[in-house]
Nanobody, 117 residues
Framework: QVQLVESGGGLVQPGGSLRLSCAAS????????VGWHRQAPGKQRELVAR???????YYADSVKGRFTISRDSAKNTVYLQMNSLKPEDTAVYYC???????????WGQGTQVTVSS
């Protein structure tokens, strides 16, 4: 079992920035897909950003140019830098790590991001 601990959420004004962190209890190099998803009230969970070992980073159109996903294997941590935040970015954000060839699929507990003036 792998534990994922998220942090960095909070309340921020429109135009502000936040950096989310997802610390894993296992070496993140064990996973071929690392990503961030979000779920707003009354909406389905959606993919925000993802890094796969076999491709370039993916970003949802709604966050391109504003969000950046990165990882630090020495710290076993995945980050989501969020800039120029908008009220529509308000959601619970979840990190997700997958090792598809092993059937591993782990989720963090979620961290609330609220963008409001």
């Amino acid at each position: 079992q792998v534990q994922l601990v998220e942090s960095g959420g909070g309340l921020v004004q429109p135009g502000g920035s936040l950096r989310l962190s997802c610390a894993a209890s296992r070496n993140i190099l064990s996973f071929n897909v690392v990503g961030w998803h979000r779920q707003a009230p009354g909406k389905q969970r959606e993919l925000v950003a993802r890094i796969s070992t076999d491709g370039n980073p993916y970003y949802a159109d709604s966050v391109k140019g504003r969000f950046t996903i990165s990882r630090d294997s020495a710290k076993n941590t995945v980050y989501l830098q969020m800039n120029s935040l908008k009220p529509e970015d308000t959601a619970v954000y979840y990190c997700n790590l997958q090792a598809t060839w092993r059937g591993w699929n782990y989720w963090g507990q979620g961290t609330q991001v609220t963008v409001s003036s």
